[in-house]
Nanobody, 126 residues
């Protein structure tokens, strides 16, 4: 069973930065895409960014592309989300998820994820 563990959430002032980490246990990630999704109170879960391990292709929600960066750790089982210039609208629970056998060009659909982490809260507030 693939297991995903997120960390790095917290409270940050507007304009600040945070780096989220997702450590993945249990599978060879060459056949997976790992992504970040978020869910604000009263809203549906939405995609943020995803990376396909097999070819390093990436997807970003267009409105977040300039402020968020997804990357892989050197150990090969960690994915980071670097968030900068944070806004109150970025407040949400951020989830890490894995999709098996992803199709490049069709990454990061919420309904196609096979495994989910427990989530980490990010609060942007002064």
């Amino acid at each position: 069973q693939l297991q995903l563990v997120e960390s790095g959430g917290g409270v940050v002032q507007p304009g600040g930065s945070l780096r989220l980490s997702c450590v993945v246990h249990g599978f060879n990630l060459d056949y997976y895409a790992i992504g970040w999704f978020r869910q604000a109170p009263g809203k549906e879960r939405e995609e943020v960014s995803c990376i396909k391990f097999g070819d390093d292709s990436k997807y970003y929600t267009e409105s977040l592309r300039d402020r968020f960066t997804i990357s892989k750790g050197n150990a090969g089982n960690t994915v980071y989300l670097q968030m900068s210039a944070l806004k109150p609208d970025d407040t949400a629970v951020y989830y890490c998820a894995a999709e098996e056998d992803p199709v490049t060009g069709q990454l990061c659909h919420v309904n196609l994820q096979d495994y989910w982490g427990q989530g980490t809260q990010v609060t942007v507030s002064s």
